[in-house]
């Protein structure tokens, strides 16, 4: 920064997970004491409660606690008898724990682009990528905003494929009037501590409509057991656990609210950096902005600039899932996606959690400024 001295450097973290924990604290501790006090660890009352609550959230049926987002998705896929064989449609544009899931069955990942505005799957690619041995699309609500399911639910229909949501990024937003999670046949949520909703550690969710398919993965999350020494199918050691469930019971509480700050910071962030040369993503007002990403030629200077003034800016994601090493037994290159491939080198996630002050994000656009305008 030249010869320039600052003094008030001050840091904004991308999140701040104790800014969170400090206004719960107290109800937090409250609901730890009560699961320790009652000394039922696994499948308890907790569980149970918040299954209830989640699916109600979700305006869903069913929802399956488990032990994480990707345990919820692999046990989406192996309830619907997704395996070897089989293909899985997802987008190159997400995180590893997508195609993880799909290749933990057995099937195999077929990536398909972006749409170049939204970044989540673009539905007027997926036909050509639907083969004999497609079963299942799988549109990830990336960044809090819901993938086009208008156009992505009937091109499942027509094909009979099964639509596997990934909404663990998503946590409460909407799509033409519906909750994601309950548009396609099963939704998986990832309560990993810095999502929307987050736990004290590993947690997810899976939610459906349909009764078999929430029997099937209530099963396979515990080891295919039928009743205690009884086990019907191979399963998994998948469950979610009653201390998880006990906070996730108190945070649920404020996903409402903190969704609405979120929007609130984000409508502040598209104001103050109106006129400077980057590229916002489309605002819809049902998403829930996981994260607030802008768009920019200049990404890696940039992110530079906004570390050394101590803001911590991210890249979601810096490598398509097509490009990774531990996917390229797939056999895709560079070249294969390239909308998701421009935009892995230009999106760059700026601080955003409910509990950041609209002076923060003032401080992240004039530090954004400095650099484009020193
Ligand atoms: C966080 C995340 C997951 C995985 O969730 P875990 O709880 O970490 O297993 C899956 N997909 C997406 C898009 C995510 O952001």
Redesign the pocket.
């Known amino acids: 920064m030249g010869e320039q001295i600052r003094t008030s450097l001050v840091r904004i973290p991308l999140v701040d997970l104790q800014a969170q924990h400090r206004v719960l604290c107290q109800q937090i501790h409250e609901a730890v004491a009560r699961v320790l006090d009652g000394g039922r660890f696994i499948l308890g009352e907790e569980v149970l409660a918040f299954e209830r609550e989640f699916a109600e959230a979700c305006e869903a049926r069913y929802a399956v606690g488990t032990a994480?987002?990707?345990?919820a998705?692999h046990l989406a896929f192996a309830s619907y008898g997704i395996g070897p064989g089989d293909e899985v449609i997802t987008t190159p544009l997400?995180?590893i724990?997508?195609w993880e899931a799909i290749a933990c069955t057995g099937a195999r990942a077929i990536f398909v682009d972006v749409d170049p505005e939204t970044l989540t799957i673009d539905p007027a690619k997926l036909e050509t990528a639907i083969t004999s041995r497609t079963r299942a699309i799988v549109p990830?609500h990336?960044y809090g905003f819901p993938a086009a399911m208008e156009a992505i639910l009937p091109v499942a229909r027509r094909y009979g494929l099964r639509v596997i949501e990934?909404a663990?990024?998503a946590h409460g937003a909407r799509s033409g009037g519906r909750a994601v999670g309950s548009m396609g046949d099963a939704g998986c949520f990832?309560?990993?501590p810095a999502?929307n909703l987050g736990a004290c550690g590993?947690?997810?969710a899976l939610v459906t409509h349909d009764g078999a398919i929430a029997d099937r993965a209530r099963r396979l999350r515990d080891h295919g057991r039928a009743d205690k020494y009884v086990h019907l199918e191979r399963g998994y050691g998948y469950r979610l656990d009653e201390l998880q469930a006990a906070i996730l019971r108190v945070k649920l509480g404020h996903l409402a609210a903190w969704n609405a700050r979120r929007r609130e910071l984000a409508k502040h962030y598209r104001r103050v950096l109106e006129g400077l040369p980057i590229n916002l993503l489309p605002n819809k007002d049902e998403g829930v902005y996981h994260l607030f990403v802008i768009r920019s030629e200049a990404r890696d200077a940039l992110r530079e600039h906004l570390w050394q003034q101590g803001i911590e800016a991210g890249i979601h994601y810096p490598l398509p899932l097509h490009l990774q090493p531990a996917c390229a037994h797939l056999g895709y290159g560079r070249g294969d996606f390239p909308v998701a491939e421009r935009a892995a080198t230009e999106v760059l996630s700026l601080p955003l959690y409910p509990e950041m002050s609209p002076s923060m994000v003032e401080a992240v656009a004039t530090a954004i400024q400095d650099f484009f305008d020193p």
């Open positions: 994480s987002g990707t345990a998705l997400t995180f724990a997508t990830v990336l990934d663990a990024q990832s309560f990993y999502k590993d947690a997810g």
